[in-house]
């Protein structure tokens, strides 16, 4: 198993189902261009929405996201076409979908506006990876966010299922005392008769939500993002 997956590998599987080669298309006018037209609606609306809540827009998220070498870790972009199909992670039991949201890379309540990036860390023999995601909200509701995946933590220790695998053993961990405030805690996803442990610190600042996860194959225990990388993220928001 490769150990350097940008995403969680389960969330990872049905967006590599779902992808299509991208097409060369050559630069057209916007009216004659649909895709492109449709494209800058949707950014002019999510902007509008944004202001009217108050809240950072996709330019200013993406903006304002970490990338390239940081406090040891390698941020990459994440195209949008690979993190999609993670907006489907449905838990059986509705206490528990906070959780299931976040391993699709996304929070259970809809976001203005979210972006991802992979992280890979710069010396060999570090076997912490992961990825991260911002994802920007009214004050209000980045606040509830964080109350309900708090409660999620306590309400499912056993774990769920969804889209058919199944993840247990959830266990709160310390949060650093990061931003407005911060939830840590373990899952563990199960591939057929392997078990993968996953870290993941979700801190607010604002109206921002910053999620990352961490896996380590080696050594479970050392598979949180570390908080110099979570530092430098806040710093920028």
């Known amino acids: ?7 969680p590998i389960l969330a990872v599987l049905p967006a590599l189902l779902a992808a299509t080669a991208c097409s060369g298309e050559s630069k057209e006018s916007q009216d004659k261009n649909p895709k492109a037209s449709a494209t800058q609606n949707a950014d002019e609306k999510e902007a509008a929405e944004a202001k009217r809540l108050g809240a950072l827009d996709g330019k200013a998220l993406e903006k304002a996201a970490i990338t390239g070498m940081t406090a040891g870790y390698d941020a990459k972009k994440i195209a949008k076409t690979e993190v999609e199909a993670g907006r489907d992670m449905r838990a059986d039991t509705k206490a528990c979908q906070p959780l299931a949201s976040l391993i699709g890379g996304f929070t259970h309540i809809p ?24 994802s920007s909200h009214s004050e209000e ?21 969804t889209l058919g695998l199944s993840y247990g053993d959830v266990e709160g961990l310390p949060a650093p005392k990061l931003g407005d405030e911060a939830v840590g805690y373990r899952i563990t996803g199960e591939i057929g008769k392997q078990k993968m442990p996953m870290t993941y610190t979700v801190v607010r600042s604002g109206g921002v939500v910053a999620a990352f996860y961490g896996v380590n194959m080696l050594d479970p225990k050392k598979a949180a993002i570390p908080e110099a990388v979570v530092k430098a993220q806040l710093d920028r928001l």
């Open 111 to 134: 976001a203005v506006s979210t972006v991802h990036r992979s992280l890979q860390p710069g010396e060999a023999t570090n076997a912490t990876v992961g990825s991260m995601w911002l």
């Open 141 to 161: 509701n980045a606040t509830r966010v964080m109350k309900e995946l708090r409660t999620a933590v306590t309400a499912c220790p056993k774990g769920f299922k």
């Open 1 to 7: 198993m490769k150990l350097r997956r940008a995403l």
